[in-house]
């Protein structure tokens, strides 16, 4: 009953898209990354970071984490799930969006309590209103839906909750 810590470079994604590409970290992003992990180790069996541009990670942390990049690029937060699930070694993958809200690791640890108990597939933080999916807490499963949903053309994370069994917690639980 693992968890397997994920954290998904959106910044590389991005980058990606517009055709700018980064060699090196910022300090303030190294700074940033550091203590992600350090946070995600305090509950997590493995971390592991996707990222399209992984040669500017590989010389600040070397093997201490995991470095892979998405099997299906432009799939967006479906390819980072579909890539998580196939790798992580955990029996639950708790996503964390680079630049995005963080719930904190004694957080992490109590959805898999909830989904465990619930038999839940997954929840997902609620921000100021805003459902983030892509800082969730995830049971891996569901293969056959993520392969049919990454073959499509024009997919969206709602497409794959629309067919697991989730909840939602907002910012006041997460206080």
């Known amino acids: 009953m693992g968890l397997s810590g994920v954290i998904i470079d959106k910044q590389n994604e991005e980058e990606d898209k517009r055709g700018n590409y980064r060699?090196?970290?910022?300090?303030a992003e190294k700074d940033k990354l550091e203590r992600r992990?350090?946070?995600?180790?305090?509950?997590?069996?493995e971390i592991i970071l996707i990222t399209n541009r992984p040669e500017i990670y590989l010389p600040?942390?070397?093997?201490?984490?995991?470095?892979?990049?998405?099997f299906y690029k432009g799939k967006g937060l479906i390819g980072n799930i579909y890539t998580a699930f196939s790798l992580a070694k955990?029996?639950?993958?708790?996503?964390?969006?680079?630049?995005?809200?963080?719930?904190?690791?004694?957080?992490?640890?109590?959805?898999?309590?909830?989904?465990?108990?619930?038999?839940?597939?997954?929840?997902?933080?609620?921000y100021d209103g805003e459902k983030l999916p892509s800082n969730g807490v995830?049971?891996?499963?569901?293969?056959?839906?993520?392969d049919s949903l990454v073959q499509k053309k024009d997919v969206v994370?709602?497409?794959?909750?629309?067919?697991?069994?989730?909840?939602?917690f907002d910012e006041n639980f997460l206080k």
């Open 23 to 27: 060699s090196i970290l910022s300090l």
């Open 37 to 45: 992990v350090s946070e995600m180790r305090q509950v997590c069996s």
């Open 60 to 70: 600040l942390i070397g093997n201490s984490i995991r470095i892979i990049t998405e």
């Open 90 to 126: 955990g029996s639950f993958v708790w996503l964390v969006e680079g630049n995005n809200f963080i719930v904190s690791p004694e957080a992490a640890k109590f959805f898999v309590y909830v989904q465990t108990t619930l038999k839940l597939e997954a929840i997902i933080p609620v």
């Open 138 to 146: 995830y049971r891996i499963c569901h293969f056959p839906i993520l």
């Open 157 to 168: 994370i709602q497409d794959f909750l629309n067919q697991i069994n989730y909840e939602e």
